[in-house]
């Protein structure tokens, strides 16, 4: 069976986007950088896995964020945490289940969508509900060499233990990828 793999690109001091966030700045000031590391020739090798994934799961706000990735999340199933399902779905290859009934039961829904493969996990707000339920398996941060001084943090407070799996150096970015610690 597959994993849940929080896959985010962050910036050295802990960032998953600048300030002030929303649908017109989805990444918020400077946040737009931290991506910088998908066009890389040399980080192809993180970016085939996250192809490879089954199924991605997600809150709400990174849905709305992203506007549903315009009904095509690398043609796979999403499914999205949510406490009310929205209105109007955008047309594309991946299908969208919203779940309101908490993150135990998006994960099952999700990894049984995945058919064995991982499920790929975005958002902060997802990541520590996972982790705070004991449901997210791995970690795969895209660690930019930025300092960004403010932003959405990606974690909180509460302490982890994490392995290190692999570490794949690039010029544009390190990608660390680590196990959680149960």
Do not use: C, N
């Not at 910088?36 to 090798?45: F, G, I, Y």
């Not at 509900?129 to 974690?155: C, K, S, T, W, Y």
């Amino acid at each position: 069976m597959g994993h849940t793999v929080l896959f985010m690109s962050m910036s050295l001091d802990g960032f998953i986007a600048g300030l002030d966030d929303d649908r017109s700045q989805p990444f918020g000031a400077g946040g737009e950088r931290l991506f910088a590391w998908d066009a890389s020739d040399d980080s192809a090798r993180v970016h085939a896995e996250y192809d490879a994934t089954g199924a991605v799961l997600a809150g709400r706000r990174t849905y709305d964020l992203v506007d549903g990735w315009g009904g095509d999340h690398h043609g796979v199933p999403v499914v999205i945490v949510t406490h009310a399902a929205p209105a109007k779905v955008p047309d594309g290859p991946s299908s969208f289940t919203f779940v309101t009934d908490g993150i135990a039961r998006a994960v099952a829904l999700a990894k049984e969508a995945a058919v064995g493969k991982d499920v790929l996990v975005h958002g902060a707000d997802i990541a520590q509900q996972l982790l705070r339920a004991g449901l997210l398996d791995e970690i795969q941060l895209h660690l930019m060499p930025v300092l960004l001084g403010q932003g959405r943090p990606l974690f909180g407070t509460t302490p982890v233990e994490l392995t290190i799996l692999r570490v794949v150096d690039t010029p544009a970015a390190t990608h660390i990828r680590y196990r959680v610690s149960r």
